[in-house]
C-alpha cells in the first residue's frame, strides 16, 4: 500500500489549499484517514481525523479554517484548509489505518507566507 500525498505549495496569509491522499496498491477498504503536520525540528502533530463511519475530529488550533473529507471508494482523503495563517507553514502527511497497521504519505509542504 503507498499513500500519495499531493496539494501542498505557496499560500498567502488568508489563502486556502486543498490537499489529496490516495491510497494505491490496495483493495481493502481503511478504518481511519487523516492528516498530521510537523514543522522541522519539532514533533509531529496531528491535525484531523475523520472515521469509515463520518466522525470527524480537528486539532483546536484548525477548527472552523479547515475541513477534512473522504472518498471511500476512491481510497482518499481531502483536507481543504481556509484561512491559512503563517503558523499553519508546516509539511503534512496523510495517514490511513487498518486494524492496528498504520499507513504514512510522503508529506506535501505548505508554506504560509506574504
Known amino acids: 500500500v503507498q499513500l500519495q500525498a499531493s496539494g501542498g505549495g505557496l499560500v498567502q496569509p488568508g489563502g486556502s489549499l486543498t490537499l489529496s491522499c490516495v491510497a494505491s496498491?490496495?483493495?481493502?477498504?481503511?478504518?481511519?484517514m487523516g492528516w498530521y503536520r510537523q514543522v522541522p525540528g519539532k514533533q509531529r502533530e496531528w491535525v484531523a481525523t475523520?472515521?469509515?463511519?463520518?466522525?470527524?475530529n480537528y486539532i483546536e488550533a484548525v477548527k472552523g479554517r479547515f475541513t477534512i473529507s473522504r472518498d471511500s471508494a476512491k481510497n482518499t482523503v481531502y483536507l481543504r484548509m481556509n484561512s491559512l495563517k503563517p503558523e499553519d507553514t508546516a509539511i503534512y502527511y496523510c495517514?490511513?489505518?487498518?486494524?492496528?497497521?498504520?499507513?504514512w504519505g510522503q508529506g506535501t509542504l505548505v508554506t504560509v507566507s506574504s
Open positions: 495517514n490511513f489505518n487498518r486494524g492496528s497497521v498504520n499507513y
Open positions: 496498491g490496495s483493495i481493502f477498504s481503511f478504518n481511519d
Open positions: 475523520i472515521t469509515s463511519g463520518g466522525a470527524i
